[in-house]
């Protein structure tokens, strides 16, 4: 199935919305002339992904002229059930042929030629039908549709608003309106039809529920550039779609965690913030399986992360705190440790403003503060900061040139220095010593050579 959507250049799992507007973007690039074998891979991948829980009943037609019509009619649906497209055409042009006054066949016809990838020959036989019944939708549709699959967007543009105002309303359709809509420059007009589809008093289907999602997910795309567009609005209204039909939703925890991983990275007012914490929050009551969980626990990280991030309050060394506990764990755990260490050295010379910070994360940030409470802690202890800054520092100098990317010493160079050596003054100069040698501990062998201990040999000589 992954290979339908590489055709597409999709990736797994995208919306039917998004379905749609790849299928016609492809054709576009891929003509049934120019390219007549990608446009077949094209179209049947189309048909494989499209959603069919919201298929159209299709138009009523009078009954057929003669009982050979209604058994030629009987092939066409057998064909076209079995998915054998060409003689599904063939067979319908042939009654169309021999019974001209049976509209079906003409309606069968542009569909199988659509499906052979004759997408010219569909565009002629749909004008056609329409103009034999111009108040019929389902016609009016399907000439929208070979318009689209022609490249023809301001023709299909006009025909979608058509069999619209006609009353042309399943889901299918209206998605596929909407994506002619943005194609043609009409953002208003697809915003208006998305806004009635999810506003229906209705009753959902399980299988309708995918495709009332794509109308969500297109209206908040649409508020990244359409002003007339209420963001909160929209996640409100998808909130209570998504606690409704709470039962429903564990199949789609993955489309709805990335609303929530996409839209929280972009610049939101604290209140767009609350209305996407609130979506969060249903999305987990929603949730029925383990693996489901782990989703929704990773796009939960990121949406703390990006408040944390956005919000001044927080200083650098928090952020990167944040990034060390809950974005690092697919590197070596050694490497999480440093970092983590990093970060508590950096705020062990920030204290003042970490401990300012303390309540702002605690009521906020649960999570986070379980991981960091022990840390903010032992800061209050002023008596206690040297030693443990002194603790912090030996094993920080052990592991530092083995790993690059430390902040501590980016942030604080002097601590660099010190790290070479213990700082010494000789009386005479102002400019520090700094000792080129590491330092002999007490229990260290002596360096001359004696075997003993350093404090039981030269260490009392030098002093």
């Not at 649906?77 to 003689?87: E, K």
């Not at 206690?384 to 800054?389: D, E, F, S, V, Y």
Request: with cysteine; net charge negative.
């Amino acid at each position: 199935m992954n290979t339908y959507y590489e055709i597409l250049g999709l990736e797994p799992g995208a919306s039917q919305l998004d379905i749609k507007k790849a299928y016609f973007k492809m054709i576009r690039r891929h003509s049934p002339e120019s390219d007549p074998e990608q446009f077949q891979k094209i179209r049947e991948a189309y048909e494989q992904l499209k959603s069919a829980a919201d298929e159209p009943e299709g138009p009523v037609f009078p009954p057929f002229s003669e009982p050979f019509a209604e058994k030629m009619m009987e092939q066409i649906a057998n064909y076209r059930r079995t998915g054998d497209s060409v003689r599904y055409r063939d067979i319908a042009q042939e009654a169309w042929k021999l019974f001209p006054s049976d509209i079906q066949f003409l309606y069968h016809l542009v569909l199988a030629q659509r499906k052979c990838g004759n997408t010219g020959k569909a565009v002629k036989n749909a004008e056609l039908l329409a103009s034999m019944d111009p108040q019929n939708k389902w016609f009016q549709r399907e000439l929208a549709v070979s318009y689209m699959e022609r490249g023809f967007t301001q023709k299909a543009y006009w025909a979608c608003e058509k069999a619209y105002e006609l009353g042309c309303r399943d889901l299918d359709f209206v998605l596929m309106y909407a994506a002619e809509c943005e194609e043609y420059g009409e953002d208003a007009r697809g915003r208006q039809i998305l806004t009635e589809v999810v506003h229906r008093e209705k009753r959902w289907t399980k299988e309708e529920i995918p495709e009332l999602l794509a109308a969500y997910y297109s209206l908040l795309e649409m508020t990244e550039y359409d002003k007339e567009t209420n963001f909160s609005e929209i996640i409100d209204e998808l909130c209570r779609t998504v606690e409704k039909y709470s039962l429903y939703m564990d199949d789609f925890i993955k489309e709805l965690s990335m609303v929530i991983y996409h839209h929280c990275q972009d610049d939101r007012s604290p209140e767009e913030f609350g209305k996407i914490g609130e979506l969060l929050s249903a999305i987990r009551k929603a949730v029925r399986t383990e693996e489901k969980e782990v989703w929704v626990e990773t796009v939960e990280s990121e949406f703390y992360f990006q408040q944390i991030d956005k919000d001044p309050q927080y200083s650098d060394t928090i952020k990167r705190l944040y990034e060390a506990c809950f974005y690092l764990d697919d590197l070596p755990p050694q490497i999480q440790r440093f970092a983590i260490l990093d970060c508590r050295l950096c705020m062990i010379e920030e204290r003042e403003e970490i401990l300012m910070q303390e309540e702002s994360l605690r009521n906020r940030f649960p999570a986070f503060w379980e991981q960091i409470r022990t840390y903010v802690e032992e800061l209050k202890n002023e008596e206690q900061i040297p030693l443990l800054k002194e603790k912090l520092l030996k094993i920080y100098r052990r592991r530092e040139p083995d790993i690059s990317g430390g902040y501590y010493y980016e942030k604080y160079p002097q601590e660099r220095v010190r790290s070479r050596g213990i700082v010494i003054s000789d009386g005479t100069s102002e400019q520090p010593y700094v000792r080129t040698g590491k330092k002999i501990g007490r229990n260290d062998p002596c360096p001359c050579g004696s075997g003993k201990k350093y404090k039981q040999c030269c260490m009392n000589k030098k002093a």
